[in-house]
């Protein structure tokens, strides 16, 4: 994994509980799974063993991948972001200028992006729109739908 990534404390801890799952509860249900299915007898025609492995190099890339991540973590709690701008870690409340409502997104690293939880990706279109605006500032973002405006209403961290 090449350069910094950066996450909060609560994002790096689900990080880490996650590798934890796939280290141990998820290697042995596969293991038990390509065991089981290696006892059913010949494997070079057995759906249920190519499954079971396909299962294990899925979960062995999601290992790899989150140990490459966990070691390059940067805490957004630890840098000095300006604080009347829109920067990773900055929840901004704004009033979408189309549909006459407010919206709060926190923006986050696509690790820790969950849209349900308004937690986008600072490399979602709507996050990079609003990267570097401040309260009072009207933005227009290009997303997949069309144009959507935005007017800043506040920033905290």
Excluded: C
């Excluded at 065991?35 to 759906?47: F, K, L, P, V």
């Excluded at 290992?63 to 070691?71: D, F, K, P, S, V």
């Excluded at 973590?73 to 000095?80: K, L, R, S, T």
């Excluded at 605006?133 to 405006?149: F, L, N, W």
């Amino acid at each position: 994994m090449a350069g910094q990534v950066y996450l909060t404390r609560e994002g790096y801890q689900k990080l880490l509980e996650q590798l934890e799952f796939l280290k141990t509860t998820e290697r042995q249900r596969i293991a038990k799974a390509i065991g089981e299915a290696r006892a059913q007898g010949d494997i070079s025609e057995n759906a249920e063993y190519d499954a079971a492995k396909d299962a294990q190099a899925h979960n062995e890339a999601r290992i790899a991948q989150l140990e490459g991540t966990l070691t390059n973590v940067a805490f957004i709690e630890d840098m000095n972001i300006p604080s009347d701008k829109i920067f990773i870690g900055a929840t901004a409340v704004l009033r979408d200028l189309d549909l006459k409502k407010e919206i709060t997104y926190t923006l986050v690293s696509p690790e820790e992006a969950e849209f349900g939880a308004n937690r986008i990706s600072v490399f979602s279109p709507i996050g990079k729109g609003l990267l570097t605006h401040q309260s009072g500032d009207e933005v227009s973002i290009t997303v997949p739908a069309g144009i959507k405006r935005f007017k800043v209403l506040s920033i905290t961290r």
